[in-house]
């Protein structure tokens, strides 16, 4: 529930975060149960009076990144049969701030958010009756002038309401952006929706451990199915410091996506601190802000375990947990400790092997990357920031259609940005995301070629495309550099901001989209408007090749960003020679003067390298950049990386989102853009109309001995072998009405028009 005098409660007043405020609300019992649990959730402090009582007060960091959290207060004596009045001073603390969002994920994500449940049994007996949850019979005011608002017979008459948010659990718009990480307390909270599923995910090893005051006995046991004996905690000190406590770094292998889970075999409840790190680095760091460069991304965070029950840390992404244990019995068993990986139930159709193991292992990495970032929607990044961002979404999805075939969550993605989205607002409030919102959906059509769900989404289309006709300026066609939205093209200096270059790139990924869009309309049964945005396309590409092409070297100025998305956008193709030569044949990193890009726009990169005819150096740079990530330990790939960052703690130099450290994600889905690339230029498999429904295939080993692998479609994989020393084969799936197959040597195309196995002699 929110206060009704705060709905639009903003990020930026970070004074009101730290206002105490006061939550009252009546209850009635007809008898009162022998024990009593109350959970308090959203705001980082609570002082909780239950008919005048004192229950307690909890507090954590206020500036601390993680949201929502939740406290647990044992009731005592303090309920009475009738009219019960529970009454809390709180502190909002923190929020987190969203890219996209209806209002109501945006109170729940910064505003004054508040709820309680109070439960008929002890702390971890969760199946307990609820004899009281919050809503909209409650009232709230800032902190009264009296000092007796804590009693009973106060009168809270004149407070306003508050009003409901709706289930805590029941709105997929909670689950964004983080604003739910902290709520792993509230009881029957799962945390993740109907579609996805929770795996259990064993330690690899135990690479850290210190007794301090106490003793960590059968370690061992941790990463053991079958242990002799239990992993078991002895604590010396009642009391210990975090600095004192027993404590261990566990390691599960590789980069998860979900929370940790703590069995205890112990007749007490006890209390760990637990910190996530994508790295061992991020998971030792301590004593910093978190969220910021040398800070753990979501600080140090204690877990309250029940006597012979379950916990769950706050979900995120991690490989490593580092596990300090503060309280609890003087011996302390543990039944399991281990990771619950929250994972998008999905088959990998499409695949790529070869005879190159290093680009084996990038296009599983990068097609493990994109499948960490399908949880509730398709998102940036499983640790920060968990949301939907449609320019993240023009590389995932490739990544999501090419390897499992899979539209369900990008069209949910879509849905969901575009509601979210007012007229006349930039998408994510970056106008270039608006953009690419169309690309994607482009995408997804090209490669489901469901009518229907491009038909639904018609009037999405006509409003940003009305959002982005209303950005441009009426006498050049080209984006005004007022227009609404923030400017970015990349992470990288000058393409983000006020710059020409982030004009110029915007203007283009506007162009793309008005390439897009007459077949989506076309699709949707509009056909004005497809022709209208022919010509708006064509407007609008001559403006900007008058505009930004230089006369004398022929190329977009000098990035490496914008230059590829001339060659994409065919801004000027009699120039793409020149723009290979001066611009894109340049690219590496081995020199303070070679330019910075981000995997992100290295994906439209490598495309602009395979368009201007140079698909091996692109498959290079595939085992330099990407493959650098692996030389540094990735199991997925990362929001930003340079070959020339510092070896030694790489995650502390990635540079990101205006900063640096452990704050930049190690695993976000627009850097797995090598996984279509391989499936396209190697395989060289492409929909040539909707829902493959016809495919030419233009084989190409680019230096490989061989190369499998196998592209999903909406009719089953077809599956390509090539090979130097046997004859080359491809099986087509049926529902594929003709494939013309491009084999090099060749002067015309071999025609497919049935499925089935077929060979072809090698060339």
Same mark, same amino acid.
């Given at each position: ?48 009076? =239950? ?53 109501? /994920? ?7 958010? !508040? ?79 109907? !579609? ?7 330690? $690899? ?13 059968? $370690? ?29 770094? $566990? ?8 929370? =940790?889970?703590?069995?205890? %075999? ?42 012979? %029950? ?130 994607t959906l482009a995408k997804v059509y090209e490669a489901s070629g469901d009518v229907a769900y491009v038909r639904s989404e018609h009037d999405a289309l006509r409003k940003l495309l009305a959002t982005m006709d209303g950005s441009l300026d009426a006498q050049t066609g080209l984006l005004r550099r007022d227009s609404k939205g923030w ?20 203007? /283009?990924? !506007? ?13 949707? %049964? ?87 005819g140079h698909q091996r150096t692109a498959l290079d740079w595939i085992r330099t950049y990407w493959g650098g990530m692996l030389d540094e330990g990735a199991t997925s790939f990362w929001e930003s990386y340079d070959l020339r960052w510092p070896k030694s703690d790489p995650h502390l130099s990635l540079q990101a989102d205006g900063t ?17 690339? =391989? ?17 030419? $295939?233009?084989?190409? =080993?680019? %230096? ?17 072998? /090539? ?19 491009? /084999? ?20």
């Amino acid at each position: 529930m929110k206060r009704a005098d705060r709905s639009h409660y903003s990020w930026a007043k970070t004074g009101l975060r730290l206002e105490h405020h006061i939550f009252r609300g009546h209850f009635d019992l007809q008898s009162v149960p022998q024990f009593g649990t109350l959970f308090i959730a959203g705001p980082r402090y609570a002082k909780v009076f =239950l008919n005048g009582k004192l229950l307690g007060s909890n507090s954590t960091n206020p500036e601390a990144p993680i949201n929502f959290r939740v406290f647990h207060f044992d009731v005592g004596t303090a309920l009475r049969k009738g009219d019960n009045v529970l009454a809390v001073e709180a502190i909002r603390g923190r929020g987190v701030v969203t890219g996209a969002g209806s209002e109501a /994920l945006h109170q729940f994500g910064y505003g004054e958010v !508040f709820a309680a449940k109070l439960l008929a049994g002890r702390f971890g007996n969760d199946d307990a009756p609820p004899l009281v949850v919050t809503n909209s019979t409650w009232r709230s005011i800032a902190e009264p002038k009296k000092d007796d608002w804590q009693s009973p017979a106060f009168d809270d008459s004149a407070w306003p309401r508050v009003e409901s948010l709706g289930s805590i659990d029941g709105n997929i718009e909670f689950r964004q952006w983080s604003v739910d990480a902290g709520m792993y307390g509230w009881p029957g909270y799962t945390g993740m929706s109907s !579609f996805l599923r929770a795996i259990p995910i064993a330690a $690899v090893r135990v690479t850290r451990t210190y007794d301090g005051e106490g003793q960590l006995q059968h $370690v061992e046991a941790i990463t053991q199915e079958h242990a002799v004996a239990p992993f078991t905690v002895e604590l010396t000190a009642p009391h210990p410091t975090d600095e004192q406590a027993p404590a261990m770094l $566990v390691d599960f292998g590789k980069e998860i996506a979900g929370r =940790l889970v703590i069995d205890s %075999g112990s007749d007490q409840d006890a209390t760990l601190s637990i910190a996530y790190g994508e790295d061992e680095m991020e998971a030792m760091a301590t004593g910093l802000t978190p969220g910021q460069r040398g800070g753990n991304y979501l600080g140090t965070n204690l877990l309250d375990v029940p006597a012979n %029950g379950r916990a769950r840390g706050p979900k995120s992404a991690f490989r490593y947990v580092r596990i300090t244990f503060l309280r609890g019995a003087p011996r302390i068993p543990f039944r399991s400790i281990h990771a619950e990986a929250i994972t998008y139930p999905v088959k990998y159709e499409g695949g790529f092997e070869s005879s190159d193991a290093r680009l084996n292992r990038i296009f599983a990495t990068a097609a493990y990357t994109a499948h960490l970032c399908m949880q509730d929607d398709i998102w940036d990044a499983p640790k920060r920031d968990r949301g939907r961002w449609a320019g993240d979404l023009d590389v995932e999805a490739g990544t999501i259609l090419g390897v499992f075939g899979d539209t369900f969550a990008l069209e949910d993605t879509l849905r969901h940005l575009a509601d979210d989205t007012a007229p006349g607002q930039a998408v994510n409030g970056i106008g270039g995301y608006t953009a690419q919102w169309i690309t994607t959906l482009a995408k997804v059509y090209e490669a489901s070629g469901d009518v229907a769900y491009v038909r639904s989404e018609h009037d999405a289309l006509r409003k940003l495309l009305a959002t982005m006709d209303g950005s441009l300026d009426a006498q050049t066609g080209l984006l005004r550099r007022d227009s609404k939205g923030w400017g970015f093209v990349d992470w990288a200096p000058g393409l983000y901001g006020a710059t020409d270059d982030t004009f110029r790139g915007s203007t /283009l990924e !506007f162009l793309r989209a008005y390439e897009a869009a007459p077949a989506l309309l076309r699709a949707a %049964g509009d056909e004005a408007a497809a022709k209208q945005y022919e010509q708006r396309a064509q407007t609008m590409r001559e403006a900007a090749r008058k505009t930004f092409l230089d006369l004398v070297t022929h190329t977009v100025g000098t990035t490496w960003q914008i230059n590829s998305m001339a060659v994409l956008t065919n801004l000027a193709p009699e120039d793409n020679d020149a723009i290979w030569s001066q611009v894109l044949a340049h690219v590496k990193q081995d020199t303070p003067q070679d330019q910075v890009i981000s995997p992100y726009f290295n994906a439209y990169v490598l495309d602009a390298m395979s368009a201007t005819g140079h698909q091996r150096t692109a498959l290079d740079w595939i085992r330099t950049y990407w493959g650098g990530m692996l030389d540094e330990g990735a199991t997925s790939f990362w929001e930003s990386y340079d070959l020339r960052w510092p070896k030694s703690d790489p995650h502390l130099s990635l540079q990101a989102d205006g900063t640096s450290g452990y704050f930049v994600s190690y695993a976000h889905g627009w850097a797995s853009w090598p996984a279509p690339w =391989l499936q396209q230029n190697v395989l060289g498999v492409r929909a040539t109309s909707p829902g493959y429904a016809s495919v030419d $295939v233009h084989p190409n =080993l680019l %230096g490989l001995e061989y190369a499998h692998g196998s592209v999903a479609t909406p009719h089953g994989p077809i599956a390509v072998s /090539l090979d130097h020393a046997k004859a080359w084969t491809m099986d087509l799936p049926a529902g594929i009405e003709r494939a013309r197959v491009f /084999l090099p040597g060749k002067s015309e195309p071999a025609i497919l028009t049935h499925s089935g196995h077929y060979e072809f002699a090698q060339p």
